[in-house]
């Protein structure tokens, strides 16, 4: 059973950086598209895709993750990372790291992330 326990999360202000992980258990990271997403307050359960990163190495990125946010995977480790810079209070948000396409059953705690203005 796969288990994906997320981590870095916290308070930072506005134009700081944080570096998330995800650490799996098995070798999913290496076989699998791995994205991390996020639900942000009030978006009523819906968690949208921020990163992912292809199994080749491929990464994209969605919308204002472009430019400010970085995917990377340490397959040894089987982790994921997810390193954001320049911050904006709209990325306040709860983080979490799943396959891409997600698989429900893959969903772990997420690490919350505070940006004040």
């Known amino acids: 059973q796969v288990q994906l326990v997320e981590s870095g999360g916290g308070l930072v202000q506005a134009g700081g950086s944080l570096r998330l992980s995800c650490a799996a258990s098995g070798s999913i990271v290496s076989t699998t598209t791995m994205g991390w997403y996020r639900q942000a307050p009030g978006s009523r359960g819906e968690r949208d895709l921020v990163a992912y990163i292809a199994q080749g190495g491929t990464t994209v990125y969605v919308g204002s993750a472009k430019g400010r946010f970085t995917i990377s995977r340490d397959n040894a480790k089987n982790t994921v990372f997810l390193q954001m810079n320049s911050l904006k209070p709209e990325d306040t948000a709860v983080y979490y790291c799943?396959?891409?396409?997600?698989?429900?059953?893959?969903w772990g705690q997420g690490t919350q992330v505070t940006v004040s203005s």
């Open positions: 799943n396959a891409v396409p997600l698989r429900s059953q893959y």
